[in-house]
Nanobody, 115 residues
Framework: VQLMESGGGLVQSGGSLRLSCAASGFTFSNYRISWYRQAPGKERELVARITSSGDSFYYADSVKGRFTISRDNAKNTVYLRMDDLKPEDTAVYSC?????????WGRGTQVTVSS
């Protein structure tokens, strides 16, 4: 199982980024995928989650209305569109899935929002 994030970077407050999580090594379309983030000195936080079929979602209150999670099962990829970014969104963003009670994580991608 491999998860690889991309799309992070430095953006000004109010800007947008789209993160991608490319998956391999398992039947992607059968599993839900989550995005987490961790800022320095803070606990890891669940940001968004999408079901295997892509028809049900969860968003943390802090990102509702600004972030959109989606998936393309033909490309084995999940996306996180982030709009109206704020300095408090600065963190390492990682994607996650669970197979057979084991969690798998990507290495993460850094998002930095300047004020």
């Amino acid at each position: 199982v491999q998860l690889m994030e991309s799309g992070g970077g430095l953006v000004q407050s109010g800007g947008s980024l789209r993160l991608s999580c490319a998956a391999s090594g398992f039947t992607f379309s059968n599993y839900r995928i989550s995005w987490y983030r961790q800022a320095p000195g803070k606990e890891r936080e669940l940001v968004a989650r999408i079901t295997s079929s892509g028809d049900s979602f969860y968003y943390a209150d802090s990102v509702k209305g600004r972030f959109t999670i989606s998936r393309d099962n033909a490309k084995n990829t999940v996306y996180l569109r982030m709009d109206d970014l704020k300095p408090e969104d600065t963190a390492v963003y990682s994607c996650n899935t669970a197979l057979n009670s084991q969690n798998y994580w990507g290495r993460g991608t850094q998002v930095t929002v300047s004020s």
